[in-house]
């Protein structure tokens, strides 16, 4: 959970931001730590077989490294958009709504948005050994607006997120109440 972040849209008049977060760093690392292995496995066993066989100076060993240099390089550009993807996955709640930003890569954006008086049921999922230790999990919001599901995925400490979240829900309700009877 981090603050003072640059937001991919506009505060509304009254709206202050009360949690910005993305997914814990365990997910970055578990997918960088994918990629590490993906890369670097089928490389350390071409270039083992091409160096017994004909050796890396050799025409196969140039060809060996070509496909080495190319295959490494795809691999890069997946870990980039990795990185790319969780530094720009992010949720915010602020007193007012709940707003899910999505880039995916450059030329994607998705966003979507939940009033706090829409939240109808508000639910943590927390699965295994991994979750448990590094206090990770799920929050699921079910709404009764455009989007009737928000899942904040892998977020850390979602409990304590559940109860800010249902606390201001509780007060923009009660907000809404003390309006409608003005009138």
Same mark, same amino acid.
């Given at each position: ?27 970055? =690392? /578990?997918?960088?730590?994918?990629? +590490?292995?993906?890369? #670097? *496995?089928?490389?350390? $066993? !071409?270039?083992?077989? %091409? ?60 966003? =979507? /948005?939940?009033?706090?008086?829409? +939240?109808?049921?508000? #639910? *943590?999922?927390?699965? $295994? !050994?991994?979750?448990? %230790? ?50």
């Amino acid at each position: 959970m981090e603050s003072a972040q640059k937001l991919p849209f506009e505060l509304q008049a009254t709206e202050v931001v009360l949690l910005f977060c993305r997914r814990h760093w365990a997910f970055l =690392a /578990s997918q960088m730590t994918k990629i +590490v292995l993906f890369a #670097a *496995v089928p490389v350390a $066993g !071409l270039l083992t077989i %091409v160096s017994i066989t004909a050796g890396l100076g050799s025409g196969a060993g140039k060809i060996a490294w070509l496909v080495t240099a190319a295959w490494l390089l795809v691999w890069v550009v997946k870990g980039y958009f990795s990185w790319y993807r969780y530094n720009r996955d992010i949720w915010v709640v602020t007193n007012q709504r709940v707003v899910d930003s999505v880039k995916r890569h450059w030329f994607h954006h998705a966003m =979507a /948005s939940a009033d706090l008086v829409d +939240v109808e049921d508000i #639910a *943590v999922k927390r699965e $295994g !050994l991994f979750a448990t %230790v590094f206090k990770f999990g799920d929050l699921h919001l079910q709404t009764a607006g455009e989007r009737p599901n928000f899942v904040l995925s892998g977020i850390p400490d979602p409990g304590s997120v559940l109860a800010l979240i249902d606390s201001q829900r509780d007060s923009a309700r009660r907000e809404l109440g003390r309006m409608a009877s003005r009138d």
